[in-house]
């Protein structure tokens, strides 16, 4: 980061997690907040870009592939909690999106995001599953 912050026109995009919220959750999730905070600090001599997904799944990807199994079931993960919800991206997306910030980064603290499917209690089946927006950026 200190390297690209003394090439003019330079853009950091740190690639963080919907873990980082709440970073007493895991060793993981505080990981992800403490990389954002590094980042943000070079945010004076460097603009700097936080993208924080949700699971990111594509091909080859083991640890998603029960949901999809369930899915094509007619299964749907329920999250605890009337008001929890569990949000996916696919991996070439995600892509996507951090070239697209490399190319036209958002201006300094503002909060933009794509769509990702989000599943939550109530929706029957993949069909129903609402799209929200999901990947706060920073």
């Given at each position: 980061a200190d390297a690209l912050a003394a090439r003019p026109g330079r853009v950091l995009v740190q690639l963080s997690s919907l873990a980082a919220r709440l970073p007493a959750i895991s060793a993981y999730a505080a990981s992800k907040a403490l990389g954002e905070l590094?980042?943000?600090?070079?945010a004076e001599r460097l603009r700097v870009v936080v993208v924080r997904p949700?699971?990111?799944?594509?091909?080859?990807?083991?640890?998603?592939?029960?949901?999809?199994?369930?899915?094509?079931?007619?299964?749907?993960?329920?999250?605890?909690?009337?008001?929890?919800?569990?949000?996916?991206?696919?991996?070439?997306?995600?892509?996507?999106?951090?070239?697209?910030?490399?190319?036209?980064?958002?201006?300094s603290g503002r909060r933009g995001c794509r769509r990702?499917?989000?599943?939550?209690?109530?929706?029957?089946?993949?069909?129903?599953?609402?799209?929200?927006?999901?990947?706060p950026i920073m």
């Open positions: 590094a980042a943000l600090e070079r949700p699971a990111v799944y594509g091909p080859g990807d083991r640890s998603t592939l029960p949901i999809f199994k369930g899915l094509n079931r007619g299964w749907l993960l329920h999250p605890a909690g009337s008001d929890a919800r569990f949000s996916l991206i696919y991996a070439s997306e995600l892509a996507q999106l951090i070239v697209a910030l490399l190319a036209r980064p958002p201006a990702a499917a989000s599943l939550a209690p109530g929706d029957r089946n993949s069909a129903t599953a609402r799209s929200r927006r999901c990947c």
